[in-house]
């Protein structure tokens, strides 16, 4: 069982906005870090935005900075990536993946930048933003 559901991709024009979510299920997540990552046809699989437990380490890839904001419901085990000014550079597959609860260190070497950091993945969101 795949424990963690995103949702909310889809297709949408440059500018426009979209509002992934992904949901737990089987375990709760709510200590766990929270992270968002995407991967564009031939390309690596990139960071795009994490989020602990508590919201008090947040941090964004440079290129979403301003236009994307993650937040997590922790009574729902949900944590959502709100998309704004959504540009073509940004199609790609979206993956929600958690990480176990993490020292301050972990957040502040940058370690939660790396996927092999994060044990848990859903299977992705296409999104799709044409120009």
Known sequence: QVPLV?????????????RLSCAASGRTFSSYAMGW?????????EFVAT???????????DSVKG??????DN???TVYLQMNSLKPEDT???YCAAAPPRPSTWWSSGRYY???EY????QGTQVTVSS
């Not at 995103?6 to 979209?18: K, T």
């Not at 044990?119 to 859903?122: L, Q, T, V």
């Open 6 to 18: 995103e949702s909310g991709g889809g297709l949408v024009q440059a500018g426009g906005s979209l």
């Open 37 to 45: 990552f995407r991967q564009a046809p031939g390309k690596e699989r």
């Open 51 to 61: 989020s602990s437990w508590s919201g008090n380490w947040i941090f964004y890839t």
């Open 67 to 72: 236009r994307f904001t993650i937040s997590r």
């Open 75 to 77: 009574a729902k085990n």
């Open 92 to 94: 790609a597959v979206y």
């Open 114 to 116: 790396y996927s092999a």
């Open 119 to 122: 044990g848990y993945w859903g």
